[in-house]
């Protein structure tokens, strides 16, 4: 824990503080929130602090609580058993995080006392425990997706100030990325025919490790990039595969990064494979010329899908005009799910608040196949990280779902697409940062040109 205060932008946490509260008026309450135990109460998965809360506190302390009350804000801090230092090392003094953190720091007992002292908002913690505590310190339940009345003002304040991203997070971002990238080079190197996939992941988390980070998300290293959140990690891989690696560094602050690259394991693609990858590379580099402020990233999504679909009728594996098809959802059977998300804190930034976070006021999301999966439906703004990560992929469980031929009818060649064989599925994902006049490529280093990923 010492070795992170010492890293903490004690000005920018203020800041930050400051401008939230102006937003949000009264008082407020975040808590870090418990590690589940795994199997038995005393071993626990690793902790892993709210993100409202680090936000706000910057490093991870477990159990503990912020109230902040204007310009005013105490940490709460669980006292430590009798015999905590034998198992643990002796506790960071008070006096330093005090100190550090730019905040008083009182023992969490003294808490439900504060908070009876008025209205308190607050933002539902994702494990049970905290949430009990804060339904009985409250005095009202508190309840995972759902925003009580006495917390929308705070809760809206939150994501405003998440949104845009200070220069102490940008910088939390780069490290991210840049640890990212020394994972995707060792992924690459390790990617030999005869390996396993877990033999590649094992390669690339090793890189993560050692630069103190760790995995922003369970990592997907897959021969089956058709399944898009694949778990497991046990097949061997052959020359004529295709892997998909979607790894993405969290820095020891909790800032995430999320790129995918996919390679041909025998170092060269097939002349389908090159052609999908090809057309997947084209829709991301059109998605990511069209992020600027000011723009909606519905339409970029939509770019992204243009691309796609007008690529695959001239591949011939849709028929039809590229809009119409677009339009009508034709592409999702190929491309199912939205261009990108949020970065910042979270990989999916600010999830756990629902699209309350990712949609911007009156807007909605659509009924449509594919387009109902769009994560973030907002006007882009400088500060704002997000990805960019359109793929291509043959889904079975999509290709012969009877709910979804109406939909395909004659526009899906499905001759001409079983010619595509080798290529389960291609995505390829870069993390893009807004600026005031356009856009910076956060990840540019990894390779993603056919030619620099074949070399």
């Known amino acids: 824990m010492q070795h992170l205060l010492e890293r903490v932008d004690t000005a920018a946490l203020r800041a930050r503080r400051l401008r939230l509260m102006r937003a949000a008026g009264g008082r407020a309450v975040l808590f870090a929130g418990a590690a589940p135990p795994r199997n038995y109460p005393a071993n626990t998965y690793p902790f892993r602090a709210s993100s409202h809360f680090l936000y706000v506190v910057g490093v991870p302390i477990e159990r503990a609580a912020v109230l902040l009350e204007g310009e005013r804000f105490t940490l709460y801090l669980p006292d430590a058993p009798a015999d905590d230092a034998l198992w643990h090392g002796p506790p960071i003094p008070r006096g330093l995080l005090a100190e550090r953190l730019d905040c008083e720091v009182r023992s969490l007992d003294e808490l439900p006392a504060a908070l009876q002292r008025g209205e308190v908002a607050t933002v539902p913690a994702l494990d049970a425990e905290t949430r009990a505590l804060q339904s009985r310190w409250l005095g009202r339940p508190v309840e995972l997706g759902r925003i009580d009345r006495v917390d929308e003002r705070f809760v809206d304040a939150l994501i405003d100030a998440r949104l845009r991203h200070d220069e102490a997070a940008v910088a939390q971002l780069r490290l991210a990325v840049e640890a990212t990238a020394a994972a995707h080079r060792a992924g690459r190197e390790a990617a030999r025919v005869g390996a396993r996939e877990w033999e590649v992941r094992a390669a690339m988390e090793a890189e993560l490790l050692a630069r103190h980070c760790t995995t922003a998300y369970p990592p997907i290293v897959t021969v089956h990039g058709d399944v898009l959140h694949e778990r497991h990690h046990h097949r061997v891989l052959r020359e004529t595969d295709l892997l998909l690696a979607d790894v993405g560094a969290e820095t020891a602050g909790g800032w995430a990064a999320d790129v995918t690259r996919t390679w041909p394991v025998g170092g060269r693609f097939s002349p389908t494979q090159r052609d999908f990858y090809a057309l997947v590379l084209a829709a991301n580099e059109a998605a990511i010329a069209a992020v600027r402020p000011g723009v909606r990233f519905r339409d970029v999504h939509l770019v992204a899908s243009r691309v796609l679909a007008a690529g695959l009728v001239e591949l011939g594996v849709l028929r039809g005009d590229p809009d119409e098809l677009v339009a009508d959802g034709v592409h999702a059977l190929l491309f199912p799910h939205g261009v990108g998300h949020l970065l910042g804190l979270d990989v999916h930034d600010m999830e756990d608040l629902g699209d309350r976070a990712g949609y911007a006021p009156g807007r909605t999301r659509s009924t449509q196949f594919g387009l109902c999966y769009l994560r973030l439906d907002r006007d882009l703004e400088p500060g704002m990280c997000v990805t960019i990560e ?33 290529v389960r599925g291609i995505r390829i994902e870069d993390d893009v940062l807004v600026t005031a006049h356009g856009a910076e490529v956060l990840s540019a280093a990894i390779p993603k040109a056919p030619e620099a990923v074949q070399r």
């Open 390 to 422: 359109p793929g291509l992929y043959r889904v079975e469980a999509i290709l012969h779902d009877p709910r979804l031929e109406p939909l395909a009818r004659d526009r899906l060649d499905r001759d001409r697409l079983a010619r595509f064989a080798d």
